[in-house]
Structure formats: C-alpha cells, structure tokens
C-alpha cells in the first residue's frame, strides 16, 4: 500500500534522485532543468525542503512520487498556493498515486489558502486530465513557457478555488 506524507529533512536524497528521474523522463514538463538540479547539494535541498511543503509517495520506503506546495508571501498574494513538482515514477502509474498526492496537496492547503494555481504544460494530456479531475479551471495559456532543446512548449495557467 502507498503512503503519502510530507518529506523531511532526511528524505533529502531520496527526493533528488526522484526529481533527477522526472527530469530525465519529461524534461519538458518542468520548469528546472536536469543540469541545474543535479548540481544542487544537501544543503541546497533541505533548504527548498524547509521552504516549501513536499509530500512523497512511499511504497514501504521507496518514494515513488512526489508533489511540492508553497505559499505566495506578499501582502497581496498570500492567499494563493502553488502546486508543483508532480511527478509519479513510470512504473507506478494508473494506480491512483497521482491523485492521492494532489488530494493531500489540496487537504493540506485548505486551511492555509483560498486558492490553488499551477502551471501545466499543454500537451501534458494526462496532467491535464488529472488536474481537470480535481476541479482546477483552465484561466490562461503561457505561450512559449519553457524552452527545451530549442523547442518551446507552452502552458496552461490552472486555477481551484478552495
């Protein structure tokens, strides 16, 4: 059975393998690169650990998924969080982790925030549907948002009101 829980301080190397994995399979789906990420440290991942809210798919105690939360800070957007990060490794997917993360993310950040945005590459069709499913609205269309081997791919702009 899988577990979802926030990530700690000590799941550090555990969480960039999973994101150098994401980032080697779907380079086009995130905003970070492979480069940039493999060359963070400890320190640097503890610190986006204690930054942001991460919460990991764990089968027993391989993590498997993961999913990031983070707050907007000013005055004026503090009321506006941010889902990121999603990633379920290959061989787990079509088995509902993908779900449960954002269930967790969309639990967690209700108490906290009004709104959830993300950003979601178009042709991500999956993706798509899965937000879809967790009632986030289409608002916009980020034209040329990431630019990848000298390809560019544009992103929906996603909204739930909580």
């Known amino acids: 059975m899988v577990n979802i829980s926030l990530l700690d301080q000590d799941d550090w190397q555990a969480w960039k393998d999973l994101r150098l994995e994401a980032l080697q399979n779907a380079p086009h789906t995130f905003g970070a690169s492979i480069e940039e990420v493999n060359n963070l440290d400890k320190k640097d991942f503890?610190?986006?650990?204690?930054?942001?809210?991460?919460?990991?798919?764990?089968?027993?105690?391989?993590?498997?998924?993961?999913?990031?939360?983070?707050?907007?800070?000013?005055?004026?957007?503090?009321?506006?969080?941010?889902?990121w990060g999603m990633y379920v490794t290959p061989k787990h997917r079509g088995k509902n982790i993908a779900d449960s993360l954002v269930d967790a993310v969309i639990s967690y950040s209700k108490s906290i925030v009004e709104q959830l945005n993300l950003k979601c590459v178009?042709?991500?069709?999956?993706?798509?549907?899965?937000?879809?499913?967790?009632?986030?609205?289409i608002y916009g269309t980020e034209?040329?948002?990431?630019?990848?081997?000298?390809?560019?791919?544009?992103?929906?702009?996603?909204?739930?009101?909580?």
Do not use: W
């Open 46 to 83: 503890q610190s986006l650990l204690s930054k942001n809210k991460i919460f990991g798919a764990f089968l027993n105690t391989q993590l498997i998924g993961c999913t990031g939360f983070y707050v907007l800070n000013s005055l004026k957007t503090k009321h506006r969080g941010v889902l």
């Open 122 to 137: 178009m042709t991500n069709h999956s993706a798509v549907k899965l937000y879809k499913k967790h009632g986030f609205k």
């Open 143 to 162: 034209p040329r948002a990431l630019k990848v081997d000298n390809k560019y791919y544009d992103e929906y702009i996603m909204v739930l009101e909580l």
